[in-house]
């Protein structure tokens, strides 16, 4: 018998019928004799119904009144579990995030986990019962109602997980598992039975939105066993756990891209102390993050710097940068939406040598040009262009040889 | 200056537009000096809403749960509150019942309040912000989440205020005070400026809905003032307060009348001790509510039962009632839906007679049987038949002197 925490989220929950045959794969783990504690997140689409309405309330509604607003999602979806739990016989209670005791900083919409007093739910899981906890949500120290932040429900589960010392963290999402490569776009393409916590954190960060990043780092910190598997079959998904000598030992152990970045140049930069940050702080005190910089010098006191933000703050970029430049005295601000950005990720990498070369000797045999570039101890990212991707992939995940021996009928990413 | 509680109802916060009204009508007050306490209901619709989903997800949802989802109903309005009046320039926070530390006992769907502990509401207000609670709920000694039951936002209010010590409870909703009549039936029906908390204890249970009759009692117990005006005009409303020589002094304050009550009557039930605990312990236990009963004796050992219940219980009481009469030998029993009561309420009844004869005389003179009569000490209820229902509250409106010169144009309810 082990204690099993299993967060479903919110297209696992998206109405009665689906909280139904959630309940049923929670009793199904009851009856094969383990403690269950449940997470939930709003279902789907609520959180987004909530924030339209915030937002014909204000124009920038009040972020602890927000978060008022926002946790009502959870807490209607683990009422509803509860009640169904109960009306098929067992034993259930919902916990708010005031009630779990899921302690909370003040930052209010984003706030991080500082402390889960575990005693209410272990007696009442002493006593028989399924603990169903409002993912997503806590309270701080003065008892304000606090979220964790988009997707924040994966760090809840992972972190009651590694509070109650759990034996395995499910999570049950609309996806079965963690692939190679976007099936989508590489028919070849496997389900991983195992990956490392260092290569999700990368695969997160890359585009496969499959776990909340933050999740990833707590469970990696506090060993917590991750299964990410789906909802709606009973296959084996993907263990996401520290690396160990049985694993398989592949070099790269996914392709992944991602087409949601846009890049910037700003040419004949004057080559000055303290440019650089005239460049990035307006862009920083945006909220806009920056992933890949490159400096290229291109002649005496003159230098143009590249960089890449997400498509989404692009045009908000392009005009502080506009605007940097004529108080820099650079010459021109360049745009680009039509990149992509492709990566190999795997822990193998460490140990060996060449996957560089690999990587671009690959590219280039099908005469893709690659612009930038940057590196990580386990992950190579090279920016191309965007209407190269799906080619990029498929020839990376045949030259690491990673391709399945035939595409499997049941694998696709639903 | 003052402190004010101000409750508002379902339709006053039935959607963002109406949520904006209710934030002038708090700013309003704030700007006349005063500290004010906001208690806010869901938005029309939503309870019934969600527990209609209750009842989807079971047959008989578990009532701790119930209460969870049917607290975000209120959570949802007093977040969206606060986020406007915060918008507009004003400070203000929210409490959920947990945090405004309304302490319930532990009957979940119907708690009641056994203590606020207002220091955070008081320090809240003393940095010269709003509070906005969300009403109908509490929190019982171990955490849980407890609603008061239906229009328990009422009690809220109340409570608080009566807690806080405020100086007035104002409860905002859809008619514009209490009336001499239900101007619908009566055109010459006026609004009272002042009523007594006994009055509308016997007003509330009659019928005229404004209030929730717990919370009326609490008023009374706790000395609160209450005044009950619309949220949609400025007009003055009705004050609820303690019987006072200035009053205006009028033997009869108001006529009301009830269709929703039937009867029915065992006839020919053997009169034999423990004979009408057989009769009425079934349906009590069933939870119907009986509220006048009548024996006639027939002749010697036998007797007619008489008694009325809400309509709604009618068919379960009859099926009831059939069994019992063949238990015990009754002969028939007869029921009948097309029944109404109407009552005349007044504190002045006290030092007056004559008022039932002057009741019975009205009523004979347009040629309305009375079936069945009961009496409190303010208040006298006749049953009559229900066609009869209006002209008799016309014509004791008039023989109790209650009529106005002209009707009011803008006294309708609305």
New interface residues.
Partial sequence: MGLIVQKFGGTSVAD?ER?RKVAERVIQTVRQGHQVVVILSAMAGTTDH?LK??H???????K???D??L??GE??T???L???L??MGYA???L?G??AAVLTDHDFGNARILDIETK?IQHILAGGTIVVVAGFQGCDTE???TTLGRGGSDTSAVAIAAALNADLCEIYTDVDGIYTADPRVCAKARKLSAITYDEMLNMASLGAKVLQIRSVAFAKKFSVAVHVRSSFTQEEGTMVVHEDAGMESLVVSAVTHDKNEARITLQKVPDQPGVAAKIFTPIAQQGIIVDMIIQNTREEGQTDLTFTVPQSDFQRAMQIERRIAAEIGAETVIGDENIAKISVIGVGMKNHSGVASIMFNTLSRENINITMISTSEIRISCVIDEKYAELAVRVLHTAFGLDCEKPAAGGQVR
């Fill in positions: 009665l909280i909530l309405m915030a014909q309330a204000a124009a920038t509604p009040d602890r009144e927000l008022v607003l946790s009502t807490q209607t683990a009422s509803l509860a009640i169904i109960k009306s259930a209670k919902s708010m005031f009630q209410r008892g304000n109602i």
